[in-house]
């Protein structure tokens, strides 16, 4: 950025500090979404190793049942904070309603497909005889979750676009807390065994989309809005989702193809992978945080119509951005000395690792960039394009990842094709950011 272009000082310490106060509390409630597994593969893992087996392969299941509606979070938070800016709260809410109906639709559908399936999804996954079990009983009990999971994805978006991030902070940490005190009492103190876990995990999910529903609600007569079920509104929310439905999808087609080629490379590729892809995704959520103050920031700039302030913000934080992916990048090459053996003690391993973890490292700043333009853009309501780029970039990955073993190069060239694929997505977001396309004003897009 020019210094042209540059705001004065004082502005540039307004934009950090809004930046900031969005982005801390939501890196606080990403991190918390994690503990929820670690809480119960720790504890499930003392039963023994097919109930822990039984866990992964459940768990795997619900992930991807649950993160392909990612997008109630994300477009919810761009509807509702252009209405914001247009200083048109009752209308936010009502918006950020249909978001939460359209969850609990969703939530309803996918569990009673799920249900009777869960034998059939575990088998698909390969699950052993003796894991398969345990597998089928915790996806079952924690299929009843998902309608409360989804509820709380969209409420989280609710609140992110009223320009809240403290409140799903809190509700985080005491949904953690609540997981981890239910799984410990219904897996030992009442004998439930994986069961127990599933059940405690299911309640305190249930427990954080009661809290989050309080929180809406309460809002909702505060500004005289509706709560009642709005099908037009709902309609409106699936049409702006669909395309993020797709750039998510396209998403995770990349990972499940680096996965599957590192898989073909060797046991000691795939188990570096994992752990260089754990890491990888770790530092995704320190970045994403970003991301979603983006989300928050630019959806009210635009809905107050105010587009300049809204390149103002994006230049900020693609510099925010920078800076973190350079510091995130630099801590990586720093303590690998430290983490690498609490991952792995098979020095085949970490030699596989190490120069791939490199490769990750350099590729940290881009990643800062891009983090923050698929933000920026998800708060214009870009959804569109978003999705276009991203199968655009698959297109381009999906090639170049699958010639890896053919032309050798190990992880490190697998690597060296995820940071391809992160640099066609810096090309295609910044061109679209350059081309001012996406500074669309008014409380709608």
């Known amino acids: 950025m020019s210094q042209a272009s540059a705001p004065p000082g004082p502005t540039r310490r307004r934009y950090d500090r809004e930046i900031l106060s969005l982005a801390l509390p939501a890196f606080g409630a990403l991190v918390a979404e994690p503990l929820f597994l670690m809480v119960d593969s720790a504890i499930i893992g003392h039963l023994g190793t097919a109930q822990l087996a039984g866990l992964a392969v459940a ?29 048109e709260l009752p209308a936010a809410i009502r918006q950020g309603m249909d978001g939460i109906w359209l969850a609990l639709l969703l939530g309803t559908a996918v569990a009673a497909l799920t249900l009777p399936a869960a034998p ?49 902070l809190r509700v985080a940490i ?10 410990a009492g219904l897996v030992y103190g009442a004998g439930l065994g994986i069961a127990g876990s599933a059940w405690g ?88 945080a970003i991301a979603i103050a983006g989300q928050a920031i630019i959806g009210r700039c635009l809905g107050a119509g105010d587009s300049g302030t809204a390149r103002q913000v994006c230049r900020r934080m693609v510099w925010w951005g920078t800076l973190s992916g350079l510091v995130l990048g630099a801590l990586l090459v720093l303590a690998r000395p430290l983490f690498v ?70 992880l490190t060239a697998l690597w060296w094709a995820m940071t391809l694929m992160m640099a066609v997505r810096l090309l295609t977001l910044g061109l679209r950011m350059r081309s001012g396309r996406w500074l669309v004003t008014g409380a709608t897009r």
């Open 59 to 87: 768990a795997a299941l619900l992930s991807t049942a649950v993160s392909v509606f990612v997008f109630l979070a994300y477009a919810t938070t761009a509807a509702v904070a252009r209405r914001v800016g247009a200083d």
């Open 174 to 183: 005491g949904g953690f807390a609540a997981n981890a005190a239910l799984n």
């Open 341 to 410: 053996p609490l991952f792995t003690g098979d020095h085949t391993v970490q030699d596989t690792l190490l120069p791939a973890l490199l490769v990750v490292a350099l590729s940290q700043p881009v990643a800062g960039v891009v983090f923050v333009l698929d933000g920026v853009l998800m708060g214009a309501g870009d959804g569109p394009y978003l999705a276009g780029a991203m199968v655009v970039t698959l297109a381009v990955f999906a090639p170049a990842a699958l010639l890896v073993p053919v032309l050798g190069g190990g």
């Open 201 to 288: 995990t299911v309640i305190a999910q249930c427990a954080m989309a009661a809290a989050y529903l309080a929180v809406v609600v309460r809002g909702a007569r505060r500004h005289g809005a509706t709560l009642r079920p709005d099908a037009a509104g709902i309609r409106a929310c699936a049409r702006a989702g669909a395309p993020l439905l797709v750039r998510t999808l396209s998403l995770r087609a990349v990972l499940m193809i680096a996965t599957a080629v590192a898989a073909r490379l060797g046991d000691a590729e795939v188990a570096a992978h994992q752990v260089i892809l754990s890491l990888w995704s770790l530092m995704a959520f320190a970045l994403d």
């Open 120 to 168: 059939w999804l575990v088998s698909l996954f390969g699950a052993s005889d003796t894991a398969a079990p345990y597998a089928v009983t915790y996806l079952r009990i924690s299929t009843l979750g998902i309608p409360a999971m989804l509820i709380v994805l969209a409420a989280t978006g609710v609140l992110r676009g009223l320009q809240d991030t403290r409140t799903p």
